[in-house]
T-cell receptor, first 110, second 113 residues
Framework: RKEVEQDPGPFNVPEGATVAFNCTYS??????FFWYRQDCRKEPKLLMS???SGNEDGRFTAQLNRASQYISLLIRDSKLSDSATYLC???????????FGAGTRLTVKP | NAGVTQTPKFQVLKTGQSMTLQCAQD?????MYWYRQDPGMGLRLIYY???????DKGEVPNGYNVSRLNKREFSLRLESAAPSQTSVYFC????????????FGDGTRLSIL
């Protein structure tokens, strides 16, 4: 089982839709969580950190469920510019290496 | 605002050739990293440098060496390139090693024939 798993998609949604991605992690002793965004043939860029209480940044909401070992990303009112691959990142307690999921691809269509 | 700069952006090598990928950051970050990204897989850590003067192996170090030349620069060397090392290589840096998000360079696309 991979340490961090994501549905690869693709998720194809119309503009204005709400879409949600989940990411599961296997190491229960994980301490930090992030969502990164990666455009085609570009570098990953930090989208947002994920806090235990959940957090929101504009149209984006991230949540953490430690009991079930998953994090989620909700995008409201999708824009064409949201089309990208979204990478889930987990940092375990027992080391400080970032563990990346393979990413979920989102395409927002007019 | 250069951030993390990688050179070259593209490279084609023949099996057995050697080369060094360069990375420099201007954010005064302490920690630097080298990853490879392959289709269908997440980024995998090759080597990292928690601070100037230290380097450690990551998840997939075989076939690579690194040098933390100074606080700004962290290079990755392939001594004898193999086709399995065809990949996109990303350098990243962070302020520290614990709970700090990483900032990435724009990648080096390396093909080994």
């Amino acid at each position: 089982r991979k340490e961090v798993e994501q549905d690869p998609g693709p998720f194809n949604v119309p503009e204005g839709a709400t879409v949600a991605f989940n990411c599961t992690y296997s190491n229960s002793a994980s301490q930090s969580f992030f969502w990164y965004r990666q455009d085609c043939r570009k570098e990953p860029k930090l989208l947002m950190s994920v806090y235990s209480s959940g957090n929101e940044d504009g149209r984006f909401t991230a949540q953490l469920n430690r009991a079930s070992q998953y994090i989620s990303l909700l995008i409201r009112d999708s824009k064409l510019s949201d089309s990208a691959t979204y990478l889930c990142v987990v940092i375990p307690w027992n080391n400080n290496d970032m563990r990346f999921g393979a990413g979920t691809r989102l395409t927002v269509k007019p | 605002n250069a951030g993390v700069t990688q050179t070259p952006k593209f490279q084609v090598l023949k099996t057995g050739q050697s080369m060094t990928l360069q990375c420099a950051q201007d954010m005064n970050h302490n920690s630097m990293y080298w990853y490879r990204q392959d289709p269908g897989m997440g980024l995998r850590l090759i080597y990292y440098s928690a601070s100037e003067g230290t380097t450690d192996k990551g998840e997939v170090p075989n076939g690579y060496n690194v040098s933390r030349l100074n606080k700004r620069e962290f290079s990755l060397r392939l001594e004898s390139a193999a086709p399995s090392q065809t990949s996109v290589y990303f350098c990243a840096s962070s302020l520290g090693r614990v709970n700090q998000p990483q900032h990435f360079g724009d990648g080096t696309r390396l093909s080994i024939l």
